[in-house]
């Protein structure tokens, strides 16, 4: 499903094809939501029903205030990390960058993609999601977790299915906070990150060195031609 205004980063237009093929699914802000009925223990299902308004303000608000990302459907709430037998839950979101192919980008090695993405969108998110003191600071939030997705460089060539990169990280939230508040250096944020990998389309890549540095493009960018509408106020 495609969004009621352009797709666009850095100025560059996303055409529908890309979004189609990068075989993600596009999410109105209710949609984003992890439907009830995933959730497996009663831990999930009591912090999903006391924080979905929460959960919707915020999904719309990144829908209409930041239009060169997509929250992917289901997948915003409180998840396990993944393979863990215990129910520690994160306060996670999964996000899809909408971007063509960019010569730039396209020359960096896999490892410079991720860092450069993961400070670009990733920090920014963790920042505006520890905003949610309530949820952030509810004894059953055991941490925070970002997921990005984007195209692969040199996969949407016609006549090929584009596959997408996607770096996941599970952190506990002391560690969030003490990095966003430059208590805690990129490199121990890292280290501590109990779940920090790379999938290559499906395929698990696992653990790449990346860095991370300042980049205010989330926050700073206004696309062209787009306003919010009318009574929504952005950050």
């Not at 998840?79 to 994160?90: E, I, V």
């Not at 993961?118 to 920042?127: A, E, I, W």
Request: include cysteine; glycine fraction near 6%.
């Amino acid at each position: 499903m495609l969004r009621h205004h352009p797709r666009v980063l850095g100025g560059l237009l996303l055409t529908a094809a890309l979004v189609v093929s990068g075989g993600v699914g596009h999410a109105t802000p209710e949609d984003a939501l992890m439907p009830l009925e995933k959730y497996t223990t009663l831990k999930g299902r009591s912090l999903a029903s006391t924080y979905r308004t929460r959960l919707l303000q915020f999904s719309t608000q990144i829908y209409n205030c930041l239009p060169w990302l997509d929250m992917h459907r289901g997948e915003f709430g409180f998840k396990r990390t993944p393979g863990s037998q215990d129910d520690d839950r994160y306060f996670s979101a999964w996000i899809y960058v909408d971007q063509r192919e960019d010569a730039t980008f396209s020359a960096l090695p896999q490892d410079r993609r991720v860092s450069a993405m993961f400070s670009r969108y990733g920090v920014d998110m963790l920042r505006r999601m520890s905003a949610l003191t309530d949820i952030v600071d509810d004894s059953d939030v055991a941490g925070l977790s970002v997921a990005l997705t984007w195209l692969k460089p040199g996969t949407s060539r016609p006549g090929r299915q584009a596959v997408n990169e996607t770096f996941s990280l599970f952190i506990d939230k002391a560690t969030a906070l003490d990095f966003l508040a430059k208590r805690v250096s990129a490199e121990e944020f890292l280290n501590r990150a109990k779940f920090a990998n790379l999938f290559d389309g499906q395929e698990a890549v696992g653990r790449v060195p990346i860095e991370i540095w300042e980049d205010s493009f989330n926050s700073t960018y206004k696309a062209t031609n787009y306003a919010p509408p009318k009574g929504i106020t952005c950050p």
